[in-house]
């Protein structure tokens, strides 16, 4: 049964970071690009970072880039969403993505609020 399991959201004040954490089982973790993406309450869900299969290439939407960092550890099947500078208009859920085949998988969601 395919999982994506994430973790690490929370509350922070503008300025702050977190990093997120994502544990997938249940496929074979390295034949997978592996995403990031987030929802805004009111706006459709948005691609945050994606990373390709070994880690070594990562695309960004504009918002993220120079503040977000994905990476992941295949020893680990995991992939992280190290986030800085946060600002308030980063609060969402963050979800965990990837394709399997034609299908996307989701994780449940981690809130992340921005706020002082």
């Known amino acids: 049964q395919v999982q994506l399991v994430e973790s690490g959201g929370g509350w922070v004040q503008p300025g702050g970071s977190l990093t997120l954490t994502c544990v997938a089982s249940?496929?074979?973790?390295?034949?997978?690009?592996m995403n990031w993406y987030r929802q805004i309450p009111g706006k459709e869900r948005e691609l945050v970072a994606a990373?390709?299969?070994?880690?070594?290439?990562?695309n960004y939407a504009a918002f993220a880039r120079g503040r977000f960092t994905i990476s992941r550890d295949n020893s680990k099947n995991t992939v992280y969403l190290q986030m800085n500078h946060l600002r308030p208009d980063d609060t969402a859920m963050y979800y965990c993505?990837?394709?399997?085949?034609?299908?996307?998988?989701w994780g449940q969601g981690i809130q992340v609020t921005v706020a002082s």
């Open positions: 249940g496929f074979v973790f390295t034949n997978h690009a």
């Open positions: 993505h990837f394709i399997n085949g034609f299908k996307d998988q």
């Open positions: 990373s390709a299969t070994h880690g070594h290439t990562a």
